[in-house]
């Protein structure tokens, strides 16, 4: 896995995003908020090991609704 998004489309048309990216021997996760033209909103980062990445996922998709989708930006 290089790059992974997780998305939810919101009310206002903006999109709640999730995004998984290789950084060597961790991969980071970045959850935010895009209302394009607007610069995106990162509102968490953090650092996690590969073996924890599945369950981190897991509860985004079906605890919170995010799906699968394209790159946003």
Do not use: N
């Amino acid at each position: 896995m290089d790059t992974l998004w997780l998305l939810r489309p919101c009310d206002d048309g903006g999109t709640d995003y999730v995004c998984f990216r290789d950084c060597s021997d961790r991969v980071e996760v970045l959850e935010g908020y895009h209302l394009p033209p607007q610069m995106p909103l990162i509102k968490h980062r953090q650092f996690l090991l590969s073996a924890e990445v599945p369950g981190c996922r897991h509860r985004f998709e079906r605890q919170q609704g995010f799906r699968h989708g394209p790159p946003l930006f």
